[in-house]
């Protein structure tokens, strides 16, 4: 038994060595050159949605024939209080320049669709300005402590895309409109270069948190995370078993391919850290949050 555990350990060990990062590297400091930061204060503000907020959403997106349960609108329930400490988050999300700059500097593979596809070798998706798609959970977080930082813990990416005062979306209460706000639906059809829709920015100025494509974030996906802390503030929260493989990660935003009811700023999914597909990338925060090993 305890040849099994030792086994199991060091398997652990070589899969993750990557992401033992000792210092920033002149390689990574120059991709950090090309990240703009926007700084969100601390402060408190309101997470995830009431009742009637999620009934509504459920009941708009029956209309739309979204697909989605009303599970997955339970996910969002309570509504509740969280502080948060100050941090940086870009202002855009990774893209495929800064992220080539990356697998050339390590040995991380390049990006891959769900089908173990090269995405790179599709034009509609290799952009240089382009957000990177094709990444892991994994990948990304690599990428993001390789420049010295961290996914987004689900609730920095939420109080970002919501501002201080619980917007529906980025830009306000008022439904997405295509080509205006964000990149949706497929009237693109495909991911856009970052930053083309500057009338769907969060009040400081973040671009395409709705839309384009999913973000992925730090925590583990779970439809109860809310309900730990009922009549609590949640102080900086994360919910992580730090590297388990197993269980899903939260994404966030919504994509390209998306209808409008994925694009609310308080709407929760979930996809599995070691997939990748052709509708998820990722930004980056910093300084990294506090992770239980």
């Known amino acids: 038994m305890k040849r099994a555990c030792f086994t199991i350990a060091v398997l652990i060990l070589i899969l993750h060595s990557n992401f033992a990062v000792a210092e920033v590297s002149s390689a990574a400091q120059q991709v950090l050159a090309t990240i703009e930061w926007i700084s969100i204060p601390e402060g408190t503000f309101l997470m995830g949605s009431t009742p009637e907020e ?8 029956k209309l739309r024939s979204s697909m989605l349960d009303q599970h997955t ?4 329930l ?19 320049a800064q992220y080539r ?15 173990g596809e ?5 034009e509609t998706l290799n952009g240089d ?35 201080a005062d619980g917007r529906t979306y980025p830009w306000g209460n008022t439904p997405p409109k295509a080509r205006q706000h964000a990149n949706f639906a497929r009237r693109y059809n495909r991911p856009m270069p970052v930053g083309q829709f500057p009338k769907g920015e969060s009040p400081n100025g973040i671009a395409d948190l709705a839309g384009n494509v999913w973000e992925w974030c730090l925590d583990e996906y779970n439809p109860t995370f809310y309900l730990q802390r009922r009549g ?3 102080e900086n929260p994360l919910n992580l078993r730090f590297r388990d493989v197993l269980r899903a990660r939260v994404i966030r935003g919504g994509a ?4 409008r009811a994925f694009l609310r700023s308080s709407l929760r999914f979930k996809f599995y850290p070691l997939d990748s597909t052709h509708t998820i990338g990722f930004r980056v925060v910093r300084p990294r949050p506090a992770l239980k090993e």
């Open 54 to 61: 999620a009934k509504s959403a459920y009941e708009d997106a």
């Open 73 to 76: 609108f339970d996910a969002e």
């Open 78 to 96: 309570p509504r509740h209080q969280v502080y948060l400490s100050t941090y940086e988050i870009s202002r855009y999300e990774i893209t495929n």
């Open 101 to 115: 700059a990356f697998i050339e500097a390590t040995t991380r593979p390049a990006p891959r669709g769900h089908n």
């Open 118 to 122: 090269e995405t790179w070798a599709d």
């Open 129 to 163: 300005t382009q957000p990177v798609v094709g990444v892991t959970w994994f990948d990304a977080q690599a990428f993001a402590e390789w420049i010295g930082g961290s996914l987004p813990t689900e609730a920095q990416w939420e109080r970002a895309a919501r501002g």
């Open 232 to 234: 609590e503030t949640s």
């Open 256 to 259: 390209w391919d998306a209808g």
